[in-house]
């Protein structure tokens, strides 16, 4: 496809997704929908695709949710006909702003947010698994002054990260948290400089993709599969995943390649000074 409102870049096994209408703040229209849904789509299916980046291009938005401009002007992303809405209702739709209704990537996904994060985008960057934030961005279920629902995952995901009484808060008021509060009630995994957000998510990235995959993507379906089941569904579902590692003789070489490096002290993790994993300090101390 040729992109239009979104780009795609290869960095490696590192794929990077940019909202790219700077203009209108990195908005949603129908077109950056169906180009996200492309997009995100290529990502899953690409075995050399490790891990996904989102952000937004300039310095000012990293999405200001969808183009209500471009709804009022009779082009609205959202379901119209009696045949989009019963799709949506019952689940077989992407969502209005992408696919952004996808619960099955199961390859890490992380947001650069690097501005504004208003309504859509604020579903965008909950749809990510970890959100690395600039120092000036902002986050708010701006919607809620114009009648507008979330749709995009907002009230499920949200909830899921900070919990309901601070997601309600957002939820309910409209309100508008600055990096720091976003990072106070664990929206922000991480607040840097003013345009650093990019660069410090392509190095978490480029880590997460040298690390061997098979146990991160089975470990995360496993926690999004098992979030809110009763323990011992989650337990079951844990399991599944775990198990699916050893009846695959190429993630089971891997693994025993794993044991290996353990056992031999063959690993960065295992030398003296070498370390490589975020907060291993015990190599320092042997």
């Known amino acids: 496809m040729n992109y239009q409102h979104i780009r795609y870049e290869s960095h490696g096994a590192v794929r990077v997704i940019t909202f790219n209408r700077p203009e209108v703040k990195n908005c949603i229209d129908r077109l950056a929908h169906d180009e996200l849904c492309h997009a995100f789509d290529q990502f899953r299916v690409d075995p050399s695709a490790k891990v996904?980046?989102?952000?937004?291009?300039?310095?000012?938005?990293?999405?200001?949710?969808?183009?209500?401009?471009a709804a009022f002007g009779g082009n609205p992303p959202i379901p119209t006909s009696a045949e989009e809405i019963a799709r949506h209702n019952r689940g077989e739709a992407p969502g209005c702003l992408g696919p952004s209704r996808w619960t099955d990537i199961y390859k890490p996904v992380i947001a650069a947010v690097n501005g504004l994060a208003y309504a859509g985008g604020l579903e965008w960057a909950c749809f990510a698994d970890l959100r690395i934030v600039e120092e000036h961005a902002s986050f708010g279920v701006t919607c809620r002054r114009w009648n507008i629902g979330l749709a995009d995952g907002g009230t499920q995901r949200l909830p899921r990260i900070v919990g309901m009484g601070r997601a309600m808060e957002l939820i309910l008021t409209g309100k508008v948290i600055d990096a720091a509060e976003a990072y106070r009630i664990g929206l922000a995994n991480e607040v840097v400089a003013k345009g650093q957000g990019l660069n410090r998510a392509l190095e978490l990235a480029a880590f997460i993709a040298s690390l061997p995959q098979a146990a991160i993507r089975n470990d995360k379906e496993a926690a999004i599969r098992g979030f809110g089941e009763p323990l011992r569904e989650g337990l079951r579902i844990e399991a599944e995943c775990f198990n699916r590692v050893l009846s695959s003789p190429s993630d089971q070489a891997e693994m025993l390649e794993g044991l290996r490096k353990f056992n031999e002290r063959d690993h960065p993790d295992r030398i003296r000074g070498q370390a490589r994993t975020p907060g291993i300090v015990r190599a320092e101390m042997d």
């Open 52 to 69: 996904a980046v989102l952000t937004g291009a300039g310095d000012s938005a990293f999405c200001a949710g969808g183009d209500l401009k």
